[in-house]
C-alpha cells in the first residue's frame, strides 16, 4: 500500500491535530501530495496540497489559516497540521499521490481522479 494515514481521532472543537501520510514507497519529490476529506452525505473535496518539486502549497477556503500541510522527504512522509478545528471539520481524510509529468504543473488544476494512489483514510471527528 503506497499510502498510509494515521492521526485521526475524537477532538474537541478549537482542539488541533496532525494528520500523517506515510509514502513509504513513494519519492515524495516526483509527486503531488493531496489531502482530501469526505463527510457523511458530501461529495469529497480537496483540503490541500503540496508539490514535490517547488514545495507549493495551495489551501481551500474552508481551511486557509487553520491548516499547514508540511512534507519530510527522508521520512517519506506528509503532515497535515490542522488548528481551531470546527464540527464542519469531522470527515474521513484521505492523503492522494500524483505523479509528476509536468514540472510546470498547475497544482490546482489537478482532479481527484488524476491522482495516482489513494491511502484508505484516517476518520477525524470534531465534537464536545
Known amino acids: 500500500v503506497p499510502l498510509v494515514e494515521s492521526g485521526g481521532g475524537l477532538v474537541q472543537p478549537g482542539g488541533s491535530l496532525r494528520l500523517s501520510c506515510e509514502a513509504s514507497k513513494l519519492n515524495l519529490e516526483h509527486y503531488v501530495i493531496g489531502w482530501f476529506r469526505q463527510a457523511p452525505g458530501k461529495e469529497r473535496e480537496r483540503v490541500a496540497c503540496i508539490s514535490g518539486i517547488d514545495n507549493k502549497t495551495l489551501y481551500e477556503e474552508s481551511v486557509k489559516g487553520r491548516c499547514a500541510i508540511t512534507r519530510d522527504n527522508a521520512k517519506r512522509t506528509v503532515y497535515l497540521e490542522m488548528n481551531n478545528l470546527n464540527a464542519e471539520d469531522t470527515a474521513i481524510y484521505y492523503c492522494?499521490?500524483?505523479?509528476?509529468?509536468?514540472?510546470?504543473?498547475?497544482?490546482?488544476?489537478?482532479?481527484?481522479?488524476?491522482?495516482?494512489?489513494w491511502g484508505q483514510g484516517t476518520q477525524v471527528t470534531v465534537s464536545s
Open positions: 492522494a499521490a500524483d505523479l509528476i509529468y509536468n514540472p510546470y504543473i498547475d497544482i490546482a488544476a489537478i482532479r481527484p481522479s488524476e491522482y495516482d494512489y
